[in-house]
């Protein structure tokens, strides 16, 4: 495992500027690369290509994923970039389907996925 996608969810708010995720996320980054990780970086606030983004999740052995969670769930400039690269990843880059077939449409739901050999972490702050 060399390869890395370390993307930072933090959305601003004025009264979350999000000083702890990108000191965690800094962090992280800092460490790989001085253990010799190849490091993608994202920062979803920001803007970004979908395909490249589609790249570097096919490219990466693990990917880290750096948020808070806001009132249960990661915030919306993360969702939407989730909404956004993961749903154009369902034209194959990323599954094919969701594993069932038109012969056995009950079995193997779920299976369809490409990205098996991947590593996944989560930081939530």
């Known amino acids: ?9 933090h959305q601003y708010y004025p009264f979350a500027e999000g000083h702890l995720n990108k000191a965690l996320f800094e962090i992280a980054y800092d460490y790989l690369k001085n253990q010799n990780y190849e490091v993608k970086t994202t920062i979803s606030q920001q803007n970004y290509d979908i395909d490249e983004e589609l790249e570097k999740h ?23 970039y989730m909404d956004e690269v993961y749903t154009a990843g369902m034209r194959g880059a990323l599954c094919v389907g969701d594993g069932r077939s038109a012969e056995a ?21």
């Open 58 to 80: 096919q490219w990466a052995d693990a990917v880290i994923l750096q948020t808070p969670v806001n009132w249960m769930m990661v915030p919306w400039s993360l969702k939407k």
């Open 1 to 9: 495992m060399k390869n890395i996608l370390l993307i930072n969810g």
């Open 105 to 125: 449409p009950k079995e193997n739901y779920g299976k369809g996925g490409t990205m098996t050999d991947k590593k996944y972490m989560l930081s939530l702050t």
